[in-house]
RNA sequence: GGCCCCGUAGCUCAGUUGGAUAGAGCAGCGGUUUCCUAAACCGUUGGUCGGCGGUUCGACUCCGCCCGGGGCCUCCA
């Protein structure tokens, strides 16, 4: 085909879909202000009508124009509706209720543009994006907590990709820390373990289990005599230092963890490019080039005086404007960088990771591949001295740091010491994807078979803790997952083999499992309760895969290949078939179906926009419900009238494109069967 | 004490930039399977949107105060 055809192909169907269809609207408008009436609005508010009747797009423009214009709305809008003139691709625009401008869409239009699958091409910023995500303690199994982290992290990457951005995944691994120091107390100090016999225990199958045990037990012992403390002390230098036995145990115990670690969240279809650890921050001397970097450009001060003399402090809070020299900070609003001996705190070499992430700290880590996941693709992780032949890491335009709420303020005093280097591009490109805590209700943490105290039942959750051991593990829980829908996909399959029924379970476990985490937005406390995470009905990814499922036995039955359907559409059906059936009072029910499958790349900027991933579950939701009622009133393959047959096929087998495709950017398989 | 988050149906939660009659799932009650159809569908019960005041043509949404719950404010990470 000569490329002036595909040229004028594209530009035919570009603009159409949901979000350039809203553009092109408010342009309009806009123009009509400005030529009408000589205004100039920031912003033309949208909206979605209650009901589809009504219309695709609301404008409630003529209430905020009534005083400016000295009208009452409703005149308003009939010289808006009077005057505007055709706009492409709009049927026309009504004015309805007290003053409200309601546009309707050509659908047949839209219909043949989504069924072929359009998709107008949108503006990708430049540059590489960097998402951290997981970063947990290499010291003890992952439990639900890490869970959501994960599962959000993991979905916005996909969302980014979808969007068509370059992403990094990266996985920040702090194995020099107090918590990987307890558990090697807990092996030295408790078990009495050698290194030999360490490293026979770290081929457990489930190693973290025996470490999360391990790491309560350590707890308890430390509470039992303040002296035992002394140990961990010694560990830690230990740690710093490097190179000694110690540090070697260290190692072998972190990595058998973090091994661990991704193990679990293959399970869930969540992978990771970079493993950066705190042991090549400190050994690679990232923190002295970021050191001399703040130290040069005042963000850091040292106090010789008060409760933090001796120590490398900043300023917490707003930032001080030059002029005010003399300003006294409160020690309160002071955070300690470097401790008075000397040692560097968390926030410090995180101020050194991130300069390191967007390129600025002039250094950088050695790499090794680490672990291959089952498709090939390879995971790297800092070395002190790598391969060469390593992929380029880091030096990127945007992050997003995923990262409970509890974080916050530690998240802040990196970005303003981005801000006091100068780093104000940087900074403004520093997303804290903050999200809340996932914690146990009452009654699960009474399931669990922990003690509970008067207060703590009369609580609505209670915070889950690795420190105690209080929680529930995530292999546990995916591992319950796939038993529970094991059991239903055997009764209902039989006929399939142990393997198909096998990955149908753990499509439908993985399912529930990342929809339940999803279906959440952000802010929100999850009260953990296996009835609802176990549940696999209603508003929960196996409803939506279910719906695929059903949109596929219709092909299947009726001896068509969905895929080569949905790509041939407009062979199958006419424009003129899609605007017989989509108008009128029978349209309007399997229009309302087409309109909400054309909103999925609508959907998917917003949750990028407003960092909320949340909207996209509750949109396939909404269509996967919307599908089901489809399905349930209109027989398919009974139907008798052919091109009625035809343009209900193309229906389904747009849903369930749109359907599976927003599902895949939740990271949800659809089953082959349920 | 300072800062942040939450408070919407019996329970768990949506409600984006203020807009048309406040929605969904679960639970409860009553129905629907020789079908592409029950991990589903239909119907039904259930609300002073924590309280008071303010801004606005219009407030679940924005602002102030108060009440209740949670979190953060360590030379922990």
Known sequence: MPSATITVFVNRFEGFLYRHLERRLAQQIRKFLHRSYGLDLPKIVIEQPPRVELGEYALPLAFELAKKLRKPPRKIAEEIVAGIGPIDDFERLELAGAGYINARVKREQLASALSADERPKAEVPRGKVLVEHSSINPNKAAHIGHLRNAILGDTFVRLLRFAGREVDIQNYIDNTGVQVADVIVGFLHLEKKSRAEIEALTRLPRFDYFCWDLYAQVSRWYEQDKQNRDARVQVLHALEEGGNETAAIADLISLAVLRRHLETMDRLDIEYDFLPRESEILHLHFWDAAFAKLKDAGVLSFETEGKNKGCWVMRRGKVIPKEAENTEVAEEDQKVIVRSNGTVGYVGKDIAY?????????????????????????????????????????????????????????????????????????????????????????????????????????????????????????????????????????????????????????????????????????????????????????????????????????????????????????????????????????????????????????????????????????????????????????????????????????????????????????????????
């Open 354 to 674: 991130h300069l390191w992430k967007f390129g600025l700290l002039g250094r950088d880590f050695g790499y090794r591949k680490f672990y291959r996941y089952p498709n090939g693709h390879d995971c790297w992780i800092s070395t002190t001295n790598g391969d060469p032949n390593h992929p380029h890491f880091g030096d990127v335009a945007e992050i997003y740091n995923v990262i409970d709420a509890r974080q916050a303020e530690a998240q802040n005093t990196v970005v303003e010491a981005l801000r006091g280097l100068g780093y104000n591009e940087q900074a403004d490109h520093y997303t804290h994807f903050s999200y809340e805590m996932v914690a146990l209700t009452p009654r699960c943490a009474a399931e669990l078979g922990y003690e509970l105290s008067e207060e703590d039942k009369a609580r609505s959750y209670i915070e889950v803790s690795g420190r105690k051991g209080f929680g529930v593990k995530a292999d546990d829980l995916i591992d319950t997952l796939i038993a529970s829908a094991k059991k239903e996909v055997d009764s209902r399959h039989p006929q399939l083999s142990e393997e198909e029924r096998m990955t149908i379970a753990t499509q439908i476990a993985v399912g529930a499992l990342r929809y339940f985490m999803l279906k959440f937005t952000k802010p929100s406390v999850i009260a953990f309760d296996f009835k609802e995470a176990l549940s696999f009905e209603g508003e929960t990814g196996p409803y939506a895969q279910y719906a695929v499922v059903r949109a596929s036995n219709i092909f299947r039955k009726g001896g068509f290949d969905p895929d080569t359907f949905a790509g041939d559409v407009a062979s199958y059906v006419s424009t003129d078939d899609f605007e017989k059936y989509l108008n009128g009072a029978d349209g309007n029910e399997i229009w309302e179906l087409w309109l909400a499958s054309s909103k999925t790349s609508y959907v998917i900027d917003q949750c990028i926009a407003t960092t909320e991933p949340a909207y996209l579950a509750k949109h396939v939701f909404q269509l996967a419900q919307l599908f089901n009622t489809f399905y349930h009133r209109h027989p398919i393959l009974a139907e008798p009238d052919e091109s009625r047959k035809r343009f209900l096929l193309a229906t389904v087998a747009v849903v369930r494109r749109e359907l599976t495709r927003a599902l895949a950017v939740m990271g949800i398989a659809v089953p082959a069967a349920m």
